[in-house]
């Protein structure tokens, strides 16, 4: 059993059940290298699974790469972060090389870091989707390497990125996100807020923008040669008071609007 946990690179679950049982804690971990060679966890139809990657296990996992979660009507976070542990060894002082984020049809899902690290991910690839609890999406470190997002039919989804103590006082939080290329939106009706705080957003890299049926989020606005800032509605119905996604002035010149 450890010389497997030890070794092996594509974790499935049901595939594997002696792993399993170090995974949820059942038995105790064999040995301080298990799971450093684990590059992809894939969870689909798996029950009893509240937190899909617990606190204890987040050390082990050096070289984990991509995760893929879909039809577990028990999870409710994808990253405990409150684990016994998590008051050993902040989660500020763990990092993951995790590339990947596939998260699908999961109904109770709530979270997915629970509650959100500062520095931990260096996220560039995220599609979530038919997750009907959930109230946002990534804490505001995660944004930094993203290179594709995608989000549809989260019937509950807010806002993308959380709000921090420094939006909270009046501080300008700056997005640059140098590596993002697409972003779609898809069928999320209560959809409010990209960041629901003051912000400044800037998108060098964006070549592919799809958004449908995200009838309360703000998308652009325009400055006119008065000064003043109006907003472009159409195809969305906005409310006037919450800060756009996007100003016309700053989005990239290869970027058709």
């Known amino acids: 059993m ?25 038995v105790p971990i064999p040995s301080k290298n298990c799971f450093n060679s684990l590059k992809s966890l894939t969870v689909v139809e798996f029950e009893s699974l509240p937190n899909v990657i617990p606190f204890y296990l ?7 790469k991509e995760i893929e979660v879909s039809n577990c009507h028990s999870v409710k976070a994808i990253f405990d972060m409150k684990g016994a542990e998590a008051d050993m060894k902040p989660a ?26 500062d520095e931990i991910l260096s996220l560039q690839e995220v599609c979530i989707s038919n997750c ?31 709000e921090n103590e420094a939006a909270l006082k009046g501080e300008t939080k700056l997005f640059n996100f140098h590596c993002l290329t697409s972003l779609t939106l898809w069928e999320l009706p209560e959809l409010k807020y990209f960041y629901n705080g003051k912000h400044s957003l800037e998108w060098p890299m964006l070549t592919q923008l799809d958004v449908y049926h995200c009838d309360k989020l703000k998308l652009f606005t325009t400055e006119h040669h008065s000064g003043e800032v109006a907003d472009i509605e159409y195809p969305l119905r906005t409310s006037i008071d919450q800060q756009a996604v996007f100003s016309v002035e700053k989005v990239p010149k290869r970027f058709p609007i």
């Open 58 to 64: 987040l050390r082990f996992l050096c070289n984990l």
């Open 2 to 26: 450890e010389k497997s946990a030890c070794d092996i690179e594509h974790l499935k679950f049901d595939d594997h059940h002696h792993l399993e049982e170090i995974w949820l804690g059942a």
């Open 132 to 162: 009907q609890s959930l109230k946002s999406l990534f804490p505001t470190s995660v944004a930094n390497h993203l290179a594709k997002l995608d989000v549809r039919s989260c019937a509950t989804l807010e806002e993308i990125f959380v």
């Open 92 to 117: 500020s002082q763990i990092s993951l090389p995790l590339k990947k984020l596939i998260l699908n049809q999961l109904p109770n899902l709530e979270h997915i870091w629970n509650p959100n690290p």
